[in-house]
Every structure is written in C-alpha cells, then in structure tokens.
C-alpha cells in the first residue's frame, strides 16, 4: 500500500510517499526557518503564506521522486493536530481537494502519532517489539508515552510548561546565539563545561524516597520554566542586569550552554529510564527534533539497562517534522481505509 503523506503542522511544507508504512519512496521538505531566524521564532501568518505558496510543488516532487501517479496512491494521510491553526488549514485544504478529486481515502493524523512512528521508517517491523516507552522531544512536545501495540497509547508524562525543544529555542534567544535552539546550543556545548553552573533538575518528586511530592504521575511530568528562570537570573548576574545584555566572552556562553543542556537531558533521561523499569518494556524509543541530540543519545544509553534496546529515527531528516512519519502513522492506523470526510484542524489535541 502506497500512502501519499502531508504535513504543514508549523514552518515545514512537506509531502512524502511510503509504500507498507516503512519503506520510504519519497520525502520532501521546503522550510521557512531561513525567514523565521530573523525574528527568532517562527510567525504564523508568515509561516502559512509560505505553506500555501510551497504545498503544490511540494507535493508534485513528492510524487515525481516516488515514481508514481494517482493511480498508485491508495490514500492520503494528513496532520490535521496539534500545531499552528492557519498552517494545519493549508495542508488540511489541500488533502482534501485532492482526496475529493482523486478519490481517496483521506486519514487525518495526530503529530505526535507521527514523530512516534518515524522510528518505523526505513526499519523491519520485527526489530521493534512491543510494549516500548517513547519519548517524544520537539518544540511544542514533551510526553512520555508507552506503546502496547499500534495506535495503542498511554500518556504517562508530559509537560506542564515548557517543552524541551522551546526551552532550547528560548535560551537561544537569551543568549543571542541563533535560532531553532537545539542545534546552536548543542554546538557550543561541546566546547563548555556543563559543571560550571548548578542549574536545577526539576524532578517533581523526591529521590529516594517511598512516596512523591504530588501525584504519582508527577513523577513522569516534566517542567523547564524554573530551569529557564535560573539561566535568566545567572545571565542578569553575569550582566548585571544590563538591557540589552552586553556580548558575554565565548568560553561563558558554551559554559552556560553546557550547563543549561546537561540540566535538561539529566531530567529526560531519568525519567525515561524510570518508566522504561517500571513498565518492563522491551524498548525505548527517542523521538521528535531534540532525539537529534548526541548528548541525550549518549546518556541514555549509558543510563538504560543492557537488556532494554534503544531506537532513535533511522535518519537526521526523520527526527523533525517530515511527512513521511505522516504516512507511516496513517498506514498502522486501524480502520485506515474508511474515508474520513468531515474533520478540522486543532492547535491542542491530547494523543490519547
């Protein structure tokens, strides 16, 4: 089975074809960031005007790299949750007129349903046994999801402010260092020391002890917005509070940025180790733009037991937002095949 997949969620125009749900034909990205580094974050009317300009040929590159025409194309899978309202109608739109016109069935799909299944593409199915813990890890999402089977989710964690991924953007921004977040402040960790500055973990529980602060699922919650407020008081410290903040030398920026990261994958990968005990699962999966980061590969594995197998997406490309884990989604999704005519776009939608 063929599935044409299209994803327009926040700044990423893309279109993919996947035949089986792993076996990647095609997939194309255009992206708008180049326009969104110039005011640090991504803008939706900006970002849905380049959606609209960019999904036609986006889609006809998909098809013509695939080697395949309408014929072929046995449905079309579409992100219609969460992300950016005006971006999510683009896609949305045009799935459907094209679903209309070609006759298709059309399969509405949950993003974070699709970054959990681009660790499915280009991968035998065998090698991914269930039950498995994900962590998924962008800008807008931050959950701890255990998989008992397909489209079998239970959310066990999640954020409760900012997700990992907007806090690397945010501190990013602080620092003046570029945008997105975790790719700059990734770099110029390498060269930092991520002892230099005592910032928190945020646990929501207390370590070593038979009960937690609040509830049990706190244990699995995440929170960086304390963390994010204790960079922020020790760049006012190193500046002392000047407006806007005078260059700092290199060697402190790195160090903040190392000490900044090694906070946040400390807490990430805690929890994830945590659960993965907990619910005895077979293995953990990284997902999402921040699964990109070699520190939080690396420790992770260090922190997993050995009998626990660790995935992340087979390709860079396959950690952001792509279509191809659209396609992928739709494709395991029971009841594929039923046309789904009438259904909307949501900025926030629970997986579960």
Excluded at 63 to 91: F, N, Q
Excluded at 146 to 153: Q, V
Excluded at 300 to 317: C, D, G, T
Aim: with cysteine.
């Amino acid at each position: 089975m063929k599935i044409l997949g299209i994803e327009t969620s926040c700044d990423e125009t893309a279109a993919a074809v996947v035949e089986d749900g792993t076996k990647v034909l095609s997939n194309v990205i255009a992206s708008s960031l180049d326009l969104h580094k110039q005011t640090g974050g991504v803008v939706p009317e900006v970002a849905a005007r380049e959606h609209i300009r960019q999904i036609s040929p986006v889609i006809d590159k998909a098809m013509a790299d695939a080697k395949v025409d309408w014929d072929d194309i046995d449905a079309i899978a579409v992100t219609h949750a969460p992300g950016l309202v005006s971006s999510l109608l683009v896609g949305v739109n045009t799935a459907q007129t094209l679903a209309y016109i070609h006759k298709k069935p059309l399969i509405p799909v949950h993003h974070v349903s699709g970054h959990i299944y681009a660790n499915f593409l280009d991968r035998q199915i065998n090698d991914l046994q269930f039950p498995i813990i994900i962590l998924t890890i962008s800008g807008g999402h931050n959950e701890l999801v255990l998989m008992k089977g397909h489209h079998d989710f239970k959310v066990i964690g999640e954020t409760l402010d900012d997700a990992a991924g907007e806090a690397f953007d945010k501190i990013a921004r602080l620092l003046n260092i570029g945008f997105p977040g975790g790719p700059v402040i990734s770099k110029r960790a390498e060269k930092g020391d991520p002892k230099a500055f005592d910032f928190p973990r945020v646990m929501l529980y207390e370590k070593n002890k038979s009960h937690f602060t609040k509830t049990s699922r706190d244990k699995y919650n995440f929170s960086f917005s304390g963390l994010k407020s204790a960079v922020l008081r020790e760049v006012n410290h190193l500046t002392e509070g000047a407006e806007p903040f005078p260059r700092m030398k290199d060697k402190v920026i790195n160090d903040l940025c190392a000490s900044f990261q090694s906070a946040v994958i400390d807490v990430l990968a805690d929890k994830l180790v945590m659960a993965a005990e907990e619910y005895k699962v077979k293995s953990v999966h990284l997902a999402g733009g921040v699964s990109a980061n070699q520190m939080l590969r690396k420790t992770v594995r260090e922190r997993l037991p050995k009998n626990i197998e660790l995935f992340w997406p087979a390709k860079m490309i396959y950690c952001t937002d792509n279509a191809a884990m659209i396609a992928s989604s739709a494709y395991f999704m029971p009841g594929k095949m039923k046309r789904m005519k009438d259904f909307t776009v949501h900025s926030q939608s629970p997986l579960t």
